[in-house]
């Protein structure tokens, strides 16, 4: 089983758990085998300077090229060059996520109209479908 | 439950009428405290909750016409809710729905321009029926006869009610659906 996601300084990491979940940091500096050091950068994602468990972390694909205990200033420079949230919401990962709270935010309205849409849907593809048979 | 809040160590309905310590003086007989005045209470409009207000598309939960979604139309002063299907999209007449057994989603329609000033509770009493005799004669339950009254008053309001309603796209389908829980629904988290 090879590994391809590590804990390194510069791996975009999104917190699971506390207050600042949801959000993306990166992993700055390392502790020891439980905790990290993790940083937003706080002018883009939020998340401050602070010592995390690895339990309340799941890491991503991307990385960024900072040195060890970098500034905000040189992280976020970092980011910006990487295009780290660009990348990040064209994934699938977190189109996953943003469905998942957009499917929690619906009202009773709104389930009623994706209702009708799916059924729609599928009538237009049984339709198609008899066609081809 | 809640800590009682305390004011000068009274809590309850006397704690608006206790008095102010006034520092190192103080009446030599203890001053008695007015009573509540309870018609204040009585006397006042019915307080309903927020989410229930003219316009906003109701759930009913109980009742004949349980699950049917349904637009309210005004508080009236008992505390029961106004209430029209329009009759024409889901055979909810007008009907008064007592709020406790309602879900009020976020969904509401302008009826400003329906006009349900005339209807109040005394509209709804009873009539009283007849004599003795139908009582102790009668078998097979009457059908309610709808009165010319209530069918002419229906027809003015979903006149205007139906205007509102055909103005969102989809509103009168919804209203014409029923709601019922399907497998996976978790009613505590859904937002309605």
Redesign the interface.
């Known amino acids: 089983m090879v590994f391809k996601r590590y804990v390194e300084v510069g791996r975009v990491v999104l917190v699971n758990y506390g207050p600042d979940a949801g959000k993306l940091a990166t992993i700055i500096d390392i502790v020891d085998q439980n905790k990290c050091l993790i940083e937003g950068p706080a002018n883009i994602t939020g998340v401050s300077r602070q010592m995390i468990s690895y339990s309340r972390l799941a890491l991503t694909d991307f990385t960024v090229k900072v040195s060890r205990n970098a500034r905000q200033k040189s992280l976020s420079a970092a980011w910006a060059e990487a295009d780290v949230l660009a990348k990040w919401e064209s994934s699938s990962w977190a189109k996953k996520l943003s469905s998942k709270k957009k499917r929690a935010s619906l009202s009773d309205f709104d389930r009623f109209k994706v209702m009708v849409a799916r059924k729609q849907k599928s009538a237009i593809i049984a339709k198609k479908m008899k066609e081809l048979k | 439950m809640a800590p009682q809040l305390k004011v000068n160590g009274v809590t309850g309905p006397k704690k608006a009428a206790a008095p102010v310590a006034p520092g190192k003086y103080y009446p030599a007989d203890d001053v008695k405290a007015p009573l509540q005045n309870r018609k204040a209470k009585r006397n006042a409009a019915p307080k309903v909750r927020a989410s229930i207000a003219p316009g906003s598309?109701l759930?009913l939960l109980a009742g004949r016409f349980r699950g049917k979604?349904v637009v309210a139309l005004k508080v009236l002063e008992s505390g029961l809710v106004l209430v029209s299907g329009p009759y024409k999209v889901n055979g909810v007449p007008l009907r008064r729905v007592s709020p406790a057994y309602v879900i009020a989603?976020?969904?509401s329609v302008d009826v400003a321009s329906v006009d349900v000033s005339s209807i109040n509770d005394a509209y709804f009493a009873r009539v009283k029926s007849s004599d003795e005799e139908e009582f102790f004669a009668g078998d097979a339950p009457k059908s309610a006869v709808v009165s010319d009254q209530r069918k002419a008053d229906q027809k003015k309001v979903d006149a205007a009610l139906l205007k509102v309603v055909d103005a969102t796209p989809?509103?009168k389908?919804?209203l014409g659906?029923r709601?019922s829980l399907k497998n996976n629904d978790k009613p505590h988290?859904?937002?309605?």
Do not use: D, E, K
């Open positions: 598309v759930i979604r989603t976020s969904t989809m509103l389908a919804y659906a709601f988290s859904m937002i309605f």
